[in-house]
């Protein structure tokens, strides 16, 4: 891992993007949008076991990457509007709409819980709350360290919802070691030799969780219960082995699977630029087939065929929308101007004037 250089006093405006890392989000939203559509199916052994491979890191590798995107943040003006109207405004949005669905059909939520994420909006307040607290870990001495700890032993209390704050703090060494990568780092990890290894790591996880993920509680894989709560059931001692093989798993997989990634510019990298509109209306497709046409409980009296094609299927929905034409329509939706609500940007303020000694000499007449 690098040591964080010192933030400079204001930030500079965004730079190109980088093709790997766009990639690696067309690859892992890919993985996102299957596992969601295959929660259905989880008591199904065929879907379990692709279900479990999936959450085992694909969330790690997403809060890597945000990390790593995020390390410069030091919260000024520009960053504070581009927090609210990227993160802030799309929650609010997609935390309400997709909560009113669930009321609609289930009853549930009642009364409506905004601040208390039920699905899809954790990831959100997850960043919005990680983002502001970048500046602490950059002044701790052992973030990393300090982040494994609070993540080991938040298992071991109660910690209200507000705001996901039971995954956020899980999830937290992920987001810091992701503040510590540097682009040398990653390019290691394009070596043939560990390319190979990594597509045996991922191919050997996959075979495991495939075959013998039966009797494994999935609950595990959430990172926001106590160790002793239904249907974990661990004591202190359990619980905290339990979250230090998944904090493992974890970074072994997601470090494979960003070693396979590749390094050019293709067609998926301009949809991985186009993740953010993927991620947030998913859900609604996924929800509107459960709720409204019963979808996947119909499927699965089809067995592994029906897994299959619900894999195909959310490829497909994945890519349609992470188009173009997706990202243009809701663009002034989920990531809005908001020109009224912040003030300009002052001027910049001239450098002071060099003064000679026969200057100086003159003023002091």
Excluded at 57 to 86: C, E, N
Excluded at 114 to 135: D, E, H, K, N, Y
Excluded at 334 to 350: G, Y
Aim: proline share 6%; charged share 15%.
């Amino acid at each position: 891992m690098s040591a964080l250089q010192p933030l400079p006093v204001m930030t500079s405006p965004p730079k190109e993007r980088v093709a790997y890392l766009d990639n690696a989000r067309y690859w892992v939203m890919l993985l996102v949008v299957i596992g969601h559509s295959l929660t259905q199916f989880t008591d199904m052994d065929s879907a379990r076991g692709v279900y479990v491979w999936i959450y085992t890191f694909h969330m790690p590798f997403f809060i890597l990457i945000s990390g790593y995107t995020a390390r410069r943040y030091m919260g000024d003006a520009r960053q504070v509007r581009r927090i609210v109207s990227t993160l802030v405004v799309p929650y609010l949005i997609v935390e309400t709409t997709l909560q009113l669905i669930m009321q609609h059909y289930t009853g549930e939520p009642d009364p409506l819980r905004i601040l208390s994420p039920q699905w899809l909006g954790w990831f959100m307040a997850a960043l919005f709350v990680w983002r502001l607290t970048t500046p602490i870990w950059r002044a701790l001495k052992y973030p990393i360290t300090t982040s494994i700890a609070i993540s080991l032993l938040v298992g071991l209390i109660e910690v209200p919802n507000v705001l996901a704050l039971p995954k956020i703090l899980g999830f937290l060494p992920f987001y810091v070691v992701g503040m510590h990568m540097n682009r040398e780092l990653f390019d290691k990890l394009a070596d043939l030799r560990i390319r190979i290894a990594s597509a045996v790591v991922l191919g050997t996880a996959f075979l495991v969780c495939y075959f013998y993920s039966a009797g494994w509680t999935t609950d595990w894989l959430l990172w926001k219960q106590r160790y002793d709560e239904d249907p974990l059931g661990a004591t202190a001692l359990e619980g905290i082995t339990q979250r230090a093989e998944l904090l493992v798993l974890g970074f072994v997989l997601t470090f494979a699977a960003l070693s396979l990634v590749p390094r050019r510019k293709s067609w998926t990298t301009r949809m991985g630029g186009r993740t953010f509109y993927c991620y947030l209306l998913h859900g609604y497709v996924i929800l509107f087939l459960q709720y409204q046409f019963e979808v996947f409980e119909k499927a699965s009296d089809h067995g592994v065929v029906a897994v299959i094609v619900t894999m195909a299927l959310a490829v497909v929905l994945a890519n349609l929308l992470m188009t173009q034409i997706v990202s243009k329509v809701f663009r002034p939706i989920f990531e809005p101007r908001l020109t009224w609500l912040f003030r300009s940007d002052p001027p910049p303020e001239k450098p002071a004037e060099e003064k000679t000694p026969e200057k100086a000499a003159a003023d002091a007449k």
